[in-house]
């Protein structure tokens, strides 16, 4: 009798489960956190001249200054260059911003910064240096990767007037490094040059 009842009670749960599953489907995973800007304007973020890093209120950090000493390093995220999308291949969106760092010199150096969502906390992975006082005219995340349109400094270019127009594509590796990769191949205007990772040519 008692093994009777124990298939009797299988007999009538499978009917109970297989009901169920008919009508439901079991719980997707929870949709990501996203990135908010709020979050990109006052995240830390190492850069060449602060490789310790520094934490943005935001959007901007500077340094106190001594009494009649120069002014200290300053940081700050251009909010128009944010790029966002897929960066490490887990499906969540990441974020690409371009931060600008002085030192209290004439130098005001871009740099690009590869940001992945940690559950809607933002986390530096890589950078990658742009130049100093170079124009970034956009950004874009595309397949994995971050395209950079800006203009740097060719032969005979004072640093504060770049006139090159420069595109670089940028790839966040495994070992959380930003690399330049050489794009592809194709028709070139006559006055445009391949520099190793970028395209480039010079702008009127």
Known sequence: MRGNAVRLRWVVALPLVMGCGSHGSAPGP?????????????ASYRVSLAPDGVRLSNGEYREPAAA??????????????????DLDGDRVVDA?????????????????????????????????PLGDRVK?????????????????????DPLCCPTVETIRAYTLHRTYTLRANTPRQGPQEPDSVRRGSATARRVP
């Open 30 to 42: 929870a949709p990501a956190i996203q990135l908010e800007p709020e979050a990109l304007r006052n």
């Open 68 to 85: 009649g000493a120069a002014p200290g390093i300053t940081v700050s995220l251009e909010d128009s260059l944010t790029a966002v999308g």
């Open 96 to 128: 690409a911003v371009v931060l600008i760092a002085s030192g209290g010199g004439s130098g005001s150096f871009r740099e690009l910064a590869a940001v992945l969502n940690r559950g809607g906390t933002p986390y530096q992975a890589a950078s990658a």
């Open 136 to 156: 970034v005219q956009s950004t874009a995340i595309h397949a994995g990767q971050i395209q950079v349109r800006m203009l740097s400094q060719g032969a005979g």
